[in-house]
T-cell receptor
């Protein structure tokens, strides 16, 4: 079992659907992250959680709603998405408090989202 | 603010060729520098890192040296294999940016047999 697990690996949804992405880390880390990876663009940091508390929201549209019920689980709730939201969504975790750690992140394999 | 610039890809090499992927950075203070690799269909994973000037990070035959005078952290490998085909990301970590990990845009490497 990998350290950071993301489900589903692939998701196709219409613009009016509601779906969720799930991330689980088995590394005992305290910080978790959502990144968006689009073709030909740099990785975009979306959200950061430290000890279940959201510490960063990089001007992400409200159609993306994160949830962190505990330090091991992170969700990204999706609703009324646009086709330009199609991308690979990567979850990551790190030891120590985000911003005070060493910079080493552990990534999941990503959830490939296609919005029709 | 702090930033990372990588050479554009894709880079296509024959097996056993020498690899260099250029990375330069702009940062205040003394960041740590990283190379992450993303193999097809996978997430990113740390390849190597260097935490201070003149440090050399190395792993799996890859090396990169933290050059403060040229603000660079170029990735090198003496003899690439087909299995090295992946996207390589240079990144910096700086407490000046709230401890964010700032990534370059990634460089795709394709190694042909």
């Amino acid at each position: 079992e990998t350290g950071v697990t993301q489900t589903p690996r692939h998701l196709v949804m219409g613009m009016t659907n509601k779906k969720s992405l799930k991330c689980e880390q088995h590394l005992g880390h305290n910080a978790m992250y959502w990144y968006k990876q689009s073709a030909k663009k740099p990785l975009e940091l979306m959200f950061v959680y430290n000890f279940k508390e959201q510490t960063e929201n990089n001007s992400v549209p409200s159609r993306f709603s994160p949830e962190c019920p505990n330090s091991s689980h992170l969700f990204l709730h999706l609703h009324t998405l646009q086709p330009e939201d199609s991308a690979l969504y990567l979850c990551a975790s790190s030891q120590g408090v985000a911003g005070q750690n060493t910079g080493e992140l552990f990534f999941g394999e990503g959830s490939r989202l296609t919005v029709l | 603010g702090d930033s990372v610039t990588q050479m554009e890809g894709p880079v296509t090499l024959s097996e056993e060729a020498f690899l260099t992927i250029n990375c330069t950075y702009t940062a205040t203070g003394y960041p740590s520098l990283f190379w992450y690799v993303q193999y097809p269909g996978e997430g990113l994973q740390l390849l190597l890192k260097a935490t201070k000037a003149d440090d050399k990070g190395s792993n799996k035959g890859f090396e990169a040296t933290y050059r403060k005078e040229t603000t660079s952290f170029h990735l090198e490998k003496g003899s690439v294999q087909v299995s090295d085909s992946a996207v390589y990301f240079c990144a910096l970590h700086s407490y000046n940016q709230g401890g964010k990990l700032i990534f370059g845009q990634g460089t795709e490497l394709s190694v042909k047999p």
